[in-house]
């Protein structure tokens, strides 16, 4: 009698043990169906030459434009004063044997301290034309990465690289090159923010 009941427990305690089982596969299915499905973002990149897009942005040409033809004009003076001295410079020797010893030491002296006061003034002007247009370009530049940064936020980009002279990236498949699409998006800014008087002379 003691048998058949050790063994009817026996039974029993496997049974419970089998519905615990099952009750627990059930629950870890159930909460696996709960749990949200992870969402795969899509990495978007790109990348964009800066050296191509610093050559045919148009307002990086107007502004290489627009110092090249300041450089100039404020050269042209300078220039003249150049072409006086090395035609005083030029003529010195012949006018040292006339004058005598004295006058060929006075007028070196000077020519000397005006060729050095040229250098300087050469200098000046350099320095004067590179610090203006320095200026400009790094708001240039800063502006670009604004609008790059903007863009691909605005067109879904995870990144957007950067490549050409100082560059990190060392290869890139041709599909990602965003440069044309960047230099057209910014030269249509660049044109539409433009004075109407410059805009008609565009036209012409």
Not at 159 to 182: M, N, Q, R
Request: aromatic share 8%; charged share 30%; with cysteine.
């Amino acid at each position: 009698m003691k048998s058949k009941i050790h063994e009817y427990q026996k039974r029993n305690i496997k049974n419970m043990s089998k519905k615990a089982l099952v009750i627990i596969a059930l629950s870890i299915t159930i909460l696996s169906c709960n749990k949200p499905a992870t969402v795969v973002k899509e990495v978007k990149t790109a990348y964009v030459d800066t050296s191509v897009l610093m050559k045919e942005y148009t307002e990086a040409k107007d502004l290489e434009a627009k110092y090249k033809a300041k450089s100039e004009e404020k050269g042209r003076q300078l220039d003249a004063e150049i072409a006086r001295f090395k035609q005083e410079a030029a003529g010195f020797q012949a006018q040292a044997q006339a004058n005598g010893q004295a006058w060929a030491q006075q007028k070196g002296a000077e020519l000397q301290k005006r060729e050095q006061q040229l250098s300087y003034a050469q200098q000046a002007l350099s320095q004067e034309l590179q610090q203006e247009s320095g200026k400009e370009m790094d708001s240039l530049v800063s502006g670009v990465k604004k609008f790059i940064k903007t863009y691909g936020k605005e067109n879904g980009y995870t990144y957007i690289y950067g490549t050409g002279d100082a560059a990190s990236i060392l290869y890139a498949e041709d599909k990602y090159d965003i440069t044309k699409l960047i230099i057209k998006a910014l030269n249509d800014k660049y044109k539409a923010a433009a004075p109407k008087d410059e805009k008609a002379v565009a036209k012409k």
